[in-house]
């Protein structure tokens, strides 16, 4: 993270009631006549991120963000339900908040599975979609999933071994996301709290390509962790609610909007391949390669790309 970005402090913040009795956590920030952009987090269920709005310059951008449904200050949390938790309910969500705030249109900016949220989005709302910037792109297809959660132990194999080993004999260990679904809604406290811990631990180990081990500060709060890993598995179990690959295979839709996608080269938990389909299939995007990044948005030379693109939209 640059040092020159400044902490940028909401101006506001609000409650969106939205369909079947859920709540939505939202905050903006920067010029309140400013061009306006959406920020969706990654997990699914990480949450605001206080360091993505340092993407942005305060003077020129509405910096809007929101918790998606069931994590953070949104209600109900999905520790407590993961009922009418769906990709096309957060897809809703935005135009919700969209017109709440009385928005023609917008920048929309997402980082990981965000950017599969923007894409989808985008798909189904193009006409109000002023630019997009995405990074550590994800798109959600079942070969994504598949090796983030399988294929990926071949580049990690004693993780590997420690995250399936939590898996019981009656669950299958070669699907480790449906197993860990079901742990995660055990009815033990302890099943579900150790399930939550290893499925962080295991992608800790490939968050950055500058170390394998530490946990980002949220991580370590247990409430998170469980909070986050229950969305994670709800949605990549049942594969984002997707089509597989339709959000590639749709890209032409997004023409006309103006797409900058920046990916890391050493990217393991969204392989560069991803962005590279994604760009060839999105006419007029462009693709902006990170030599020596992997999928965190701080490691060398991403964080500088993002800003770089969005000031670019800025006008």
Not at 72 to 94: F, K, R, V, Y
Not at 103 to 120: I, P, Q
Not at 188 to 210: C, N, P, Q
Not at 262 to 275: C, E, F, N, S, Y
Request: charged fraction near 20%; glycine fraction near 8%; hydrophobic fraction near 40%.
């Amino acid at each position: 993270m640059p040092d020159n970005l400044a902490e940028i402090t909401p101006f506001d913040t609000i409650f969106i009631d939205v369909s079947d009795g859920h709540r939505l956590h939202v905050t903006i920030a920067g010029n309140p006549e400013g061009q306006p952009a959406i920020l969706l987090h990654g997990g699914p269920g990480s949450g605001i991120s206080a360091t993505a709005r340092r993407h942005f310059d305060p003077e020129r951008y509405r910096i809007i963000q929101f918790d998606q449904r069931g994590c953070g200050q949104s209600t109900p949390n999905a520790a407590e339900s993961l009922e009418h938790n769906t990709t096309h309910h957060l897809i809703d969500d935005m135009e919700a908040i969209r017109v709440a705030l009385a928005l023609d249109d917008w920048l929309v900016f997402g980082t990981s599975w965000g950017s599969t949220l923007a894409l989808a989005y985008a798909q189904r709302h193009p006409q109000r979609v002023r630019a997009m910037v995405l990074a550590g792109v994800t798109t959600t297809r079942q070969k994504e999933i598949d090796w983030l959660y399988k294929g990926m132990a071949m580049f990690l194999p004693q993780q590997w071994q420690r995250f399936i080993a939590v898996i019981p004999d009656h669950m299958p260990k070669e699907d480790p996301v449906g197993a860990y679904y079901q742990l995660l809604n055990d009815a033990d406290t302890a099943v579900r709290a150790k399930a939550a811990y290893e499925w962080h631990l295991w992608e800790a180990g490939s968050i950055t390509a500058e170390s394998t081990s530490a946990f980002p500060e949220k991580w370590r709060d247990e409430d998170y962790r469980f909070t986050r890993a229950r969305l994670c598995t709800h949605y990549f179990h049942h594969a984002a609610w997707l089509d597989d690959g339709v959000l590639i295979r749709n890209a032409g839709r997004l023409a006309g909007i103006p797409g900058i996608l920046i990916q890391g080269m050493r990217d393991l938990q969204g392989p560069p391949v991803t962005a590279y389909e994604l760009a060839a299939a999105w006419p007029g995007s462009e693709l902006i390669m990170i030599d020596g990044a992997g999928h965190s948005t701080g490691d060398v030379g991403m964080e500088e790309a993002i800003v770089s693109a969005i000031a670019r939209f800025a006008n």
